[in-house]
Nanobody, 133 residues
């Protein structure tokens, strides 16, 4: 059973940076598409960044492109990261990391951007990001 533990959230002013981390256990490298999702109060969860098994071919929501970077360490750590720069108040949300099958040709990785991530099987508990203006 894959378990995911996020860390790195916090409160920053607009224009600031944060780096989120997600430490997996019970995880086999090169098996899962990994992603970061966020959910603000009163909104649906949305995928903001995903990465293919092995840490290649990142995908980003338009709202974070050029500001956020998803990456993943190789074994033995396999830690997933989300570097967030030039943060804006609208980035405030609970951020979740998740793992799931990539699907045929990696379609579940790319198509989950902006969506709830229903193809992702394993989820962390979330870490809060608050950006003040």
């Amino acid at each position: 059973q894959v378990q995911l533990v996020e860390s790195g959230g916090g409160s920053v002013q607009a224009g600031g940076s944060l780096r989120l981390s997600c430490a997996p256990s019970g995880y086999t490298y090169m098996t899962y598409c990994m992603g970061w999702f966020r959910q603000a109060p009163g909104t649906e969860r949305e995928g903001v960044a995903t990465i293919y098994p092995g840490g290649s071919a990142p995908n980003y929501a338009d709202s974070v492109k050029g500001r956020f970077t998803i990456s993943q360490d190789g074994p033995p750590n396999n830690t997933l990261y989300l570097q967030m720069n030039n943060l804006k108040p609208e980035d405030s949300a609970m951020y979740f990391c998740a793992a799931g099958p990539p699907g045929p040709g990696g379609v579940f990785c790319s198509d989950t951007i902006g969506r709830r991530g229903t193809t992702f099987d394993f989820w962390g508990q979330g870490t809060q990001v608050t950006v003040s203006s």
